[in-house]
């Protein structure tokens, strides 16, 4: 079992930025490539990034690539989302995840935690 907390959310005014943390503990955090999601309301879950076991491989989806960054700290458990840039439309809930498989696709992950919210002003 792998537990998962993220923080960092708030509230943000435009071309503003946050960074999300997402502390884990349990099985080896190292074994586990990592991805953030978010979820708008009325709106289905999206990926947003996601990082490698080594933290040497990373993607993102088109609409936030240029302005977040993932990357990890396998001694700490943690994986950091970066964003910078922010715009109205990214406000959402934002959850980390852990998956044995290097995918894009939620239904891949196994472990999720709360989600923390982000909300950007205009």
């Known amino acids: 079992q792998v537990q998962l907390v993220e923080s960092g959310g708030g509230l943000v005014q435009a071309g503003g930025s946050l960074r999300l943390s997402c502390t884990t503990s349990?099985?080896?955090?190292?074994?586990?490539?990592m991805g953030w999601f978010r979820q708008a309301p009325g709106k289905e879950r999206e990926f947003v990034a996601l990082i490698s076991l080594s933290g040497a491989g990373t993607l993102y989806a088109d609409s936030v690539k240029g302005r977040f960054t993932i990357s990890r700290d396998n001694a700490k458990n943690t994986v950091y989302l970066q964003m910078s840039s922010l715009k109205p439309e990214d406000t959402a809930d934002y959850y980390c995840a852990a998956t044995r498989i290097y995918s894009t696709s939620g239904s891949d992950y196994d472990y999720w935690g709360q989600g923390t919210q982000v909300t950007v002003s205009s």
């Open positions: 349990g099985r080896t955090f190292s074994n586990y490539a």
